[in-house]
């Protein structure tokens, strides 16, 4: 079993929807959780970073982290076409830079 | 300010052949890494670095070579290669004190 689960997808929305993406993690020292967002062919880049449990938002997204249920959450408001991108999971224990990514999610939106 | 440089972008390699991948970036981070990126498995770290004359292994280190001569530069070194090194490469580097890694554009390589 991965220490991080994410469902591949692909998800397709039509603009302007809610999105919700979802991970599940087992290992319970995970303590820095991300999501990254990846366009095709591109690096991954930081989208949202979140410390032990709680929510975070910025602008039209959204992180949420239940670390009694070892869930990690991201929700994406009035989505846009440019939105569309693969969106990567990721945790840490003891150092936020050695991270253990989910496979990713392909999110399409379309206008 | 060029960021984290990967190169190549591309290779084809035989089974067999060696390669280095270079990673070099230009904003002084002391963390340095390698990660590959598979279909269905994401992002995997391979090996890591905590400054110069520092490295040590992730989850995937098996028929790779690392160094770190300077704060600037990590190159990823392929001794043999195999198919199933076939794969996105990126580098990925962080800097004092901080949580999130920044990651270069990738390698694509292929081993026939």
């Known amino acids: 079993q991965k220490e991080v689960e994410q469902d591949p997808g692909p998800l397709s929305v039509p603009e302007g929807a809610i999105v919700s993406l979802n991970c599940t993690y087992s290992?319970?020292?995970?303590?820095?959780f991300m999501w990254y967002r990846q366009y095709s062919r591109k690096g991954p880049e930081l989208l949202m970073y979140t410390y032990s449990s709680g929510n975070k938002e910025d602008g039209r997204f959204t992180a949420q982290v239940d670390k009694s249920s070892k869930y990690i959450s991201l929700f994406i408001r009035d989505s846009q076409p440019s939105d569309s991108a693969t969106y990567l999971c990721a945790a840490a224990s003891g150092s936020a830079r050695q991270l253990t990514f989910g496979s990713g999610t392909q999110l399409t939106v379309l206008p | 300010n060029a960021g984290v440089t990967q190169t190549p972008k591309f290779q084809v390699l035989k089974t067999g052949q060696s390669m280095t991948l270079q990673c070099a970036q230009d904003?002084?981070?002391?963390?340095m890494s390698w990660y590959r990126q598979d279909p269905g498995m994401g992002l995997r770290l391979i090996h890591y670095?905590?400054?110069?004359?520092?490295?040590d292994q992730g989850e995937v280190p098996n028929g790779y070579n690392v160094s770190r001569s300077t704060t600037e530069d990590f190159p990823l070194r392929l001794l043999s290669a195999a198919p199933s090194q076939t794969s996105v490469y990126f580098c990925?580097?962080?800097?004092?004190?901080?949580?999130?890694?920044?990651f270069g554009a990738g390698s694509r390589l292929t081993v026939l």
């Open positions: 670095s905590v400054g110069a004359g520092i490295t």
């Open positions: 290992n319970s020292a995970f303590q820095y």
């Open positions: 904003m002084n981070h002391e963390y």
């Open positions: 990925a580097t962080s800097s004092p004190g901080a949580n999130v890694l920044t």
